[in-house]
Every structure is written in structure tokens, then in C-alpha cells.
């Protein structure tokens, strides 16, 4: 399974953007988010705006080395949702407007400069969408291809890297599958951290589901039973991988 292409990705975290204001208009600064239990509303507005205009600044200047990171940006509440517009708004023009054969900064495996920041920005807003609807208390289920390269993202990409941290005292398999679309990955877990490739095999424990649920499980949006995922085998392995998750 590879990367969707550069435009649907774009076009992924146009829309999703648009969702996250969404949310965090109706619910208001304070708010809690359930999903972040340490951050309200701004503060989660103030990291995704932040996320966008660090990623913009990649693209837009060519840059080779990793930009320094702003922080709070310290904005008035009652401001806070036209900057993070404004943010939003510049990074999806910028990907569109980018040179594909452009070569700066990116920190996963990707065809190309574009494509990584196109796919990454695509889902961190993606999942940050979902941490706003928890704070409106409304779900809105994603594509199963974009859930699915998602999760495909997560895995290939994120979990093996030792940021990630996803271990376990000794290697075990965990299997997970998309039911509604393409979608395979063997997970290994253990002493020195994770391991995976795509496709099928034996496994300690296999997740199965449509590929909407196994995305925000995976990022640690959603519990097993508030999704139609199925468990079988070692169940103490999902909970080891959301446990130990950190990205």
C-alpha cells in the first residue's frame, strides 16, 4: 500500500481544517478536551496553528534544516480562530503552489518534499480534528483510504522510530487489518522497540475494523468498545501499544 497522491492528501487537510473551526468556534476557548485531558480548546487551536505555519515555513523557504519551533503563539481568544484560518490557509496554498521537484526539510520517508509534507500535515490535522469534535461531542468518520493510509503512516513511518517508544518486555506480533479497505500490517513489539512491514502473518493478537475506527484507535482517540473493532488474541498487546504510544 502506498501514499495516496500529493492533491488528495491537500485536499484531505483543506477539509479537515475546515472541520477542526468548526468545533473549536462552537465550543469556545475553554473547553476541555477529552482526548487531551491536559489542554483546552486554545491551547489545542494554538498547537495545530503553530504545526501549520512551522510546516509552511519548510516549504515556502526551501529550507534544509528543521525550523526552529515558535511556541504559544499568544494570541487573544477572541482572535485565535481567524489566525489559526489565516495559518491553515497558507499552508494549503503553499502545497498547491509548490514545485513538486522542490527538496527541503522533512524528517519520515516520502517520494519527495511535497509529498511528505502534504501527507503529514494532511493527518496531523486529521487527528486534531478529531480531538475538537470530542470537544462538541460529535464524530465525524473519515474516508477508509485516507483512514487507512493513516494508519499506514502511523505505522511504517512513526512506530519503529525511537521517538515513538512503542516496546514491550518481550516481542510480540500484533496484527491490524482494515475491513473496508485496502489495508494489512504485522506490528512487532519488543525490548528494543517496534518493527513492521505490510501484509499478513502469524500474529499474537490481530485488530480488525473499518479502517475509520483503526485510525483513531491507533492514535489513541477512540477505546476498543466505542469502535465496531474486533480483538482477538493477546488483547493486553493493543493495550500495551496505546500505553506506550508516544509520538
Known amino acids: 500500500m502506498g501514499p495516496m497522491e500529493i492533491d488528495t492528501h491537500i485536499d484531505a487537510l483543506a477539509r479537515d481544517g475546515e472541520l477542526f473551526v468548526a468545533s473549536a468556534a462552537r465550543t469556545g476557548p475553554d473547553a476541555p478536551v477529552p482526548s487531551c485531558p491536559e489542554w483546552k480548546v486554545r ?14 515555513t519548510h516549504v515556502a523557504e526551501r529550507r534544509t534544516e528543521m525550523a526552529p519551533w515558535v511556541g504559544d503563539p499568544g494570541i487573544a481568544d477572541d482572535e485565535l480562530i481567524e489566525w489559526f484560518q489565516d495559518g491553515h490557509r497558507t499552508l494549503v496554498a503553499t502545497l498547491r503552489g509548490a514545485d513538486p521537484d522542490l527538496e527541503c526539510f522533512t524528517f519520515l520517508p516520502a517520494p519527495s518534499s511535497v509529498a511528505f509534507w ?7 490535522t486529521a487527528i486534531h480534528r478529531v480531538d475538537a469534535e470530542q470537544a462538541v461531542g460529535i464524530a465525524t468518520a473519515f474516508d477508509p ?7 499506514d503512516e502511523l505505522v511504517m513511518a512513526f ?16 496484527a491490524v487489518a482494515a475491513t473496508d479497505a485496502e489495508g494489512r500490517w504485522l506490528i ?17 493478537c490481530e485488530v480488525s475494523g473499518p479502517a475509520s475506527d483503526l485510525y483513531q484507535l491507533l492514535w489513541n482517540r477512540v477505546r476498543v468498545e466505542d469502535t465496531g473493532v ?12 496505546r500505553d506506550s504510544l508516544k509520538v
Open 43 to 56: 491551547d489545542l487551536v494554538g498547537h495545530l496553528g503553530g504545526v501549520h505555519r512551522w510546516a509552511t
Open 118 to 124: 502534504a501527507r503529514r500535515q494532511a493527518h496531523e
Open 145 to 151: 483510504a485516507f483512514a487507512a493510509d493513516g494508519v
Open 159 to 174: 512506530a519503529p522510530t525511537p521517538r515513538a517508544r512503542v516496546d514491550a518486555p518481550e516481542r510480540r506480533v500484533l
Open 188 to 204: 512487532g513489539l519488543g525490548p528494543a522497540g517496534a518493527d513492521a512491514r505490510r501484509g499478513g502473518g502469524d500474529a499474537d
Open 230 to 241: 474486533a480483538v482477538g488474541g493477546d488483547t493486553g498487546l493493543v493495550d500495551r501499544w
